[in-house]
């Protein structure tokens, strides 16, 4: 059983994991980039699973629920954490059924489920190396024969849509317009079991100043002007995710996620 030092040391950890997302989290606080988001909270994760004080999985679920549902709200907009703490509830159901009874049973669990949490980690953020997009002159190269669209996403959500940076709905409607396939490379941490209507989770907004700096002068007093920071991209504008069609992403969810963790 950990100490009441570890215990400390546990919550200090937390709480500025928290602080992190607080401050923006893949924007502009410490954390920075969805695959440094699914990295960090896996290791916390991680860290819970070693040091909390817990004698079932049960009781180790109810812990990482708990601190998954603090987790994603500090931070609504970011996804990936929410999913990496679904995909570890997922982890122990599995090795709960898998692992013997015994005395030897909790001890078990927590080495194959840190050693999954590592697995799924490391395979996932080399998969997040080839994402790219561009959205320079797209337009006429498409028109001049380009052959593919290649972009990245934000979040993969559950009916084969998109949540990605402002600008790609419309990089998605001018590649159907000149008939372009559109392909999306994405790691699996970014498969989430949201839908486009969850509008709590969904959107978010960021100053205006880049597009309408303060020193534009009398205009200011005359518009609002509102900057979203992503786009909806529905399914029927894309062609392919990681080698898998649009309508198949709710199977891989279904792989991923177990149904009861969908909420946490």
């Known amino acids: 059983m950990p100490g009441a030092d570890k215990e400390t040391e546990l919550k200090g950890r937390i ?13 502009t606080g410490a954390l920075r980039g969805s695959g440094e988001m699914a990295r960090e909270t896996t290791y916390l994760l991680r860290r819970i699973t070693a040091q909390a004080r817990w004698s079932s999985a049960g009781d180790l679920m109810e812990i990482i629920r708990h601190e998954g549902r603090r987790i994603t709200a500090a931070q609504p907009s970011e996804t990936t954490v929410g999913n990496m703490v679904r995909r570890v509830l997922k982890i122990i159901r599995e090795e709960y059924a898998s692992t013997a009874s ?20 490391s395979v996932q953020i080399k998969s997040n190396q080839i994402l790219f997009v561009t959205y320079t002159w797209l337009g006429h190269e498409m028109a001049t024969g380009l052959s593919k669209v ?36 994405a790691p699996m941490f970014k498969l989430s079991p949201q839908f486009p209507n969850e509008e709590d989770t969904f959107h978010k907004f960021v100053s205006p100043h880049e597009v309408l700096p303060f020193t534009a002068g009398e205009i200011l007093s005359k518009v609002n002007v509102h900057c ?12 392919n995710i990681g080698g898998n069609a649009p309508s198949y992403i709710y199977r891989l969810m279904s792989e991923l996620y177990h149904p009861e963790d969908h909420k946490l």
Do not use: W
Not at 15 to 27: C, M, Q, T, V
Not at 159 to 181: C, D, E, F, I
């Open 15 to 27: 709480e500025d994991f928290l602080a992190d997302l607080k401050r923006g989290g893949s924007g």
């Open 102 to 121: 015994g005395t030897s049973a909790k001890q078990n669990m927590v080495d194959h489920v840190i050693d999954g949490l590592v697995e799924d980690l």
């Open 150 to 185: 290649i972009i990245g996403t934000q979040t993969v959500l559950a009916n084969g849509g998109l949540r990605a940076v402002n600008g790609t709905h419309s990089v998605a409607l001018a590649a159907r317009h000149h008939s372009t396939p559109l392909i999306v490379c």
């Open 228 to 239: 979203p920071v992503f786009d909806y991209v529905p399914p029927e504008l894309i062609s």
